[in-house]
């Protein structure tokens, strides 16, 4: 502690953003400061009240800190350190389920509306839509009430007429790419359509209900129908007007809630005038309540387009969110806290009610979660007398088939949940006939080779190494392990009995049937198994592995074994020269040749 004050001391006034490190180096929270000095000297030179904020000091052994030129850098460096670092302590919100928009590029000639997840700069978006309509059911409206082309097709003013489809017989379409419609026509048509996204609907509706009569007066009962539920489909979009707002403003409302142990934040969505839909999502940590609202933004606007020129929330300390808000949109964005008792202010409380509804409805779910996640770190830490909390932990297993085609795995849980994105998987290249020793031994020596690399699955130590297997394996794995002075726990599961196995203890350690502690480690072998066997399947089905070796005449088991006990690895048997391969003991002239041949002519 004397250190990590000293170092407080010697800190800057100006802004950053700082970085605080557990025993292993690990990134447990990350933060931004107006002044660093000032900030981060009040973790260790105050008493802490909140318990979190406790729990996380007692776990920094130290911490780094950058320099920025303002708090607007200072909220976006922060805003990247969290997404790459991922740390315990700070809100991290998981990939919410992504809501359809409709899109249009209006730097067309032509253009046309689309359904799209996927988000870029060049588009304008309308949505998200939720709670009852979709966007393919708003899309379904815009097509029957406009005549706006469906097709893909490339159309230009230089481009040569060509005949109409079916969709201008039915009356559907303007037909632009037979030239029966000006640019400047499409355009005032496209700017109809933006109007009732927007939340005007009084066109479409009349537009609608004319077509509706023609259609049963011809006879089309059919079409009438259909024009008779996108009406119906319009009337839920209308119920949805808060009338008290009187315009067509677009707002998203945001507010935290917690109850103590468990927090959420409720997200109103409002396009046009009407409540478009409302998210709530749990939130696990968090330090302080500003710094909250400002993580959960930024992570949200990650996700999801910025389409709004004002955002709502309880707090006054807003003026960086809006300027990097504003450059991030390349518009203005304003952010509210609303005076008591006015028509945002209710929006507010209307969001803290479906908030609070939230963590009520769910409170027994999310005590479960809680004790099949943080709280079964706890018991495992117990159970097996582990050194610390196991908050990362890493389990690998090897899967072959007959001794080809040998992969392994790495599956991470971080903070006793799945991270898939963290997962890695390994071709072994070192071993050639059934030997999950040799190779589990290949597999962990990488890893380990790749401690201080860029990519974060394997730049942050692990608290817990799990390997799939007994003793054995387990020896393999201290062996490694060791080299590299690994100190923190490692374990292995053996499946038959589910006994876990340490390093220098003869017995084995039985959790108990069911509990949370056996849970946590049967989920990281089962993920790992998986994930290993649907490489192993993926390599066989492409016929590709061991770089060509397997299907080359006359390369057997044997010959393999002996390529791989001279050259070590698949890529020095590539790069080896005619003279080698031949002079290589159990491989005749005729085979090196025609391995010579295959890696140098790429056939």
């Known amino acids: 502690m004397d250190i990590i004050l000293d170092k407080v001391k010697r800190l800057p006034n100006d802004p950053g953003v700082y970085i605080m490190k557990d025993k292993d180096e690990n990134v447990i929270y990350v933060g931004k400061a107006k002044n660093l000095k000032k900030r981060v000297s009040q973790y260790f030179l105050r008493k802490q009240e909140h318990i979190k904020v406790r729990n996380m000091v007692k776990n920094v052994v130290d911490f780094d800190f950058f320099i920025v030129n303002d708090e607007v850098e200072a909220l976006a460096l922060e805003n990247n350190l969290i997404k790459k670092y991922k740390p315990y302590y700070n809100i991290l919100l998981k990939d919410s389920k992504t809501y359809a928009y409709i899109k249009i590029n209006l730097k067309e000639d032509y253009p046309r509306f689309e359904i799209s997840r996927r988000l870029n700069k060049n588009d304008k978006y309308f949505g998200p839509y939720m709670a009852g309509v979709t966007a393919k059911d708003v899309l379904s409206i815009i097509d029957y009430a406009f005549l706006l ?5 490339p159309l230009a003013e230089n481009k040569a007429p060509i005949k109409p489809c079916l ?42 209900c004319q077509k509706m009569e023609i259609a049963s007066k011809n006879e089309n009962f059919e079409t009438a129908l259909i024009l008779r539920d996108r009406l119906k489909m319009l009337e839920k979009l209308k119920s949805r007007v808060i009338t008290s707002l009187g315009s067509l403003v677009d707002y998203d409302v945001f507010n935290l809630v917690t109850s103590g142990e468990f927090s959420a934040v409720c997200v109103l969505v409002i396009r046009g005038g009407k409540l478009q839909g409302v998210q709530t999502f749990d939130i696990l ?37 809006e300027l990097f808000l504003s450059d991030k949109s390349k518009k203005k964005i304003t952010v509210t806290k609303p005076i008591i008792d006015s ?11 479906n908030a609070r509804m939230h963590i009520e409805k769910n409170l027994e779910k999310n005590i479960k979660h809680v004790n099949a996640s943080i709280g079964a770190i706890k018991q495992l830490q117990k159970d097996l007398v582990l050194k610390h909390e196991p908050k990362r932990i890493e389990c690998y297993d090897i899967s072959h088939t007959h001794g080809t085609f040998t992969v392994a795995s790495m599956v991470v849980l971080m903070n006793g949940e799945k991270a898939p994105k963290m997962y890695r998987k390994f071709k072994i290249e070192t071993v050639d006939f059934i030997d999950d020793f040799a190779s589990m ?10 401690l201080n690399s860029e990519d974060i699955s394997f730049s942050s130590m692990p608290d817990l190494i799990v390997i799939d297997g007994g003793k054995g394996q387990l ?8 080299k590299y002075h690994f100190t923190n726990n490692l374990i292995s599961l053996a499946k ?37 066997i649907t490489f192993n399947r993926q390599l066989r089905a492409k016929g590709m592995y061991r770089g060509g070796l397997e299907s080359i005449t006359g390369v057997g088991p044997v010959t393999r074994r002996a390529l791989l006990s001279r050259f070590k690895t698949i890529e020095n048997i590539k790069n080896a020269s005619l003279e080698e391969l031949e002079n290589t003991k159990g491989v005749s002239k005729k085979t090196a040749k025609a391995i010579f041949d295959r890696f140098r002519s790429g056939k």
């Open 343 to 353: 028509v945002k202010y209710k929006l507010l409380e209307m969001a803290e009610k």
């Open 441 to 450: 031994r290949e597999v962990l020596t990488r890893r380990m080779e790749k």
């Open 496 to 532: 038959r009995e589910e006994e876990v196995f340490k390093p220098n203890e003869s017995r084995p350690y039985i959790l108990k049937k069911g509990s949370y502690s056996l849970r946590l480690i049967q989920l990281a072998r089962d993920e790992a198994h998986r994930f290993a």
């Open 149 to 153: 082309r469906k097709c893909k097709l």
């Open 167 to 208: 969709f201008k017989e039915m009356h559907m379409c303007s037909a632009p790419c037979a030239k029966l419609i000006s640019k400047a026509d499409y355009n005032k048509i496209v700017d109809e359509a933006i109007k009732f996204l927007k939340g005007d609907t009084k066109q479409v509706e009349s537009i609608l």
């Open 475 to 482: 020896s393999i794995a201290q062996e490694v392990m060791e």
């Open 285 to 321: 940590n968090y330090l302080d309540e500003n710094e909250a609202y400002t993580q959960f933004i930024m992570q949200y606007y990650n996700a999801h387009p910025l389409i709004v020129d004002e955002i709502i929330m309880p707090k006054m300390d807003t003026k960086e969110i």
